[in-house]
């Protein structure tokens, strides 16, 4: 069970994680829960989902399998969340696709249409349930913290819709951040760069890069970007780490390489 000496600045604050059943997402969702927040748990398979509940060890863990990128399924999320918390504190916009390693040239738009909408419509979705309830409830408010990736920034080869989408999520987080102001509600992105996850793990056998080759790349703990979001998450509401950036200290993206 989780401990019960938290402070008055974690108790009866509600967290909302997508993509909570694995990687990234574990990991920050099992973070809060520790801090002390009631966590609903969102993802598309409820057995992931079940299964951090249970790792967790909290009652306060609720798993709600969703469809992140149906507007139905979402406004049913949100409806499960003020039924069973009443209210919003944080939510990690969290849930996205790779779609990364098909050449430009080759890619489907059937794939390009699943990356948009999970990585791209699935947080719009998710941010406006989130910011509708926090701008209506007692006391008003709340934090947004949308999961960019460092390519926000610059692509890896192939990987055009991903890249595209996750661009198009700072967009997203600089309107929310804006119009969120009068309501008391603020926004930031974190931008995370190699964290070890069942999906990333093949990048410590190799990944290619811009100018042809294929290397391995360092990679470093999920549990240090859950300490960061969770970070951004307990600064007060007049606080906002608009963006930030975390990564393996060696990986190639600062300079050329």
Same mark, same amino acid.
């Given at each position: ?62 798993? =709600? ?8 399924? =979402? ?37 390009? %249409? ?25 006391? %008003? ?65 190799? =990944? ?16 240090? =970007? ?15 780490? %608009? ?15």
């Amino acid at each position: 069970m989780i401990s019960t000496d938290k402070t008055d600045k974690t108790d009866n604050k509600v967290a909302l994680v997508t993509g909570a059943g694995t990687g990234i997402g574990r990991a920050v969702a099992l973070a809060f829960l520790r801090e002390g927040y009631s966590v609903a748990l969102v993802g598309r398979r409820a057995e992931p989902l079940e299964a951090v509940a249970k790792e967790s060890g909290s009652h306060r863990a609720l798993a =709600v399998p969703t469809d992140v990128g149906n507007p139905e399924s =979402v406004a049913a999320l949100f409806a499960k969340i003020h039924q069973a918390f009443g209210r919003i504190d944080v939510l990690f916009n969290n849930a996205g696709i790779s779609g990364i390693g098909t050449n430009f040239e080759d890619i489907a738009f059937e794939t390009w %249409q699943s990356v948009v909408n999970i990585n791209l419509t699935g947080s719009f979705l998710c941010a406006q349930g989130a910011f509708k309830m926090m701008m209506g409830q007692t006391p %008003q408010g709340g934090r947004i913290i949308n999961n960019g990736s460092i390519s926000a920034h610059a692509p890896r080869p192939n990987s055009a819709s991903y890249t595209s989408t996750k661009h198009a999520i700072t967009g997203l987080t600089k309107s929310i951040s804006l119009d969120g102001r009068k309501y008391n509600i603020a926004c930031g992105q974190i931008d995370i760069g190699n964290a070890l996850t069942e999906l990333s793990v093949r990048m410590t056998k190799g =990944v290619l890069q811009a100018n042809g080759e294929v290397a391995v790349e360092p990679m470093m703990d999920a549990a240090e =970007v859950a300490d960061a979001v969770i970070h951004m998450a307990g600064l007060p509401l007049s606080t906002n780490i %608009q963006f930030m950036t975390i990564m393996a200290t060696k990986m190639p993206f600062v300079g050329r390489g």
